[in-house]
């Protein structure tokens, strides 16, 4: 289905990385102060992620991990830097659900303005679209092994 790497990697970019910096933005302007965190690390991810859209566009690979704690779990050298980034691309994929839930579950999109609301929605739906997109090209890949 889709096996072309670099596609692959920018379709990462559109429906995963960029829709997390929305969760964890709108999220961040939803708590008022204690918001501040949220904000500024959604904005080194968007940072990382135009990056790599960039350095793919152009040098046909990824100068960045996907998000900043990804990169922070992977400095240093030593044992295991790739174990490491994976962990920390984990660790944003469970912090930016975790979001997406307290904001949904707690009744917090009405606080949003229209413009707000309508780039949670579209992050939902090109996550969503994703995650099944990425699910299906896995198993077909699997089936032609």
């Known amino acids: 289905m889709l096996h072309n790497p670099i596609f692959l990697a920018a379709l990462e970019v559109f429906v995963v990385g960029l829709p997390f910096c929305v969760f964890k933005a709108l999220t961040g302007t939803l708590a008022g102060g204690w918001g501040l965190p949220l904000l500024m690390l959604a904005a080194v991810d968007l940072a990382f992620n135009l990056r790599n859209l960039a350095t793919l566009a152009w040098h046909r690979e990824r100068t960045r991990p996907v998000c900043l704690l990804a990169w922070l779990l992977s400095l240093g050298a030593g044992v295991k830097a790739d174990a490491r980034r994976e962990l920390g691309a984990a660790l944003d994929v469970a912090l930016s659900f975790l979001l997406v839930a307290v904001v949904v579950g707690g009744g917090l999109l009405g606080g949003l303005p229209a ?3 309508a780039a949670w929605n579209a992050a939902v739906v090109l996550n969503v679209l994703g995650a099944g997109a ?7 890949s699997r089936l032609r092994a």
């Open 115 to 117: 413009w707000g609301l």
């Open 134 to 140: 990425f699910q299906v090209n896995q198993a077909v």
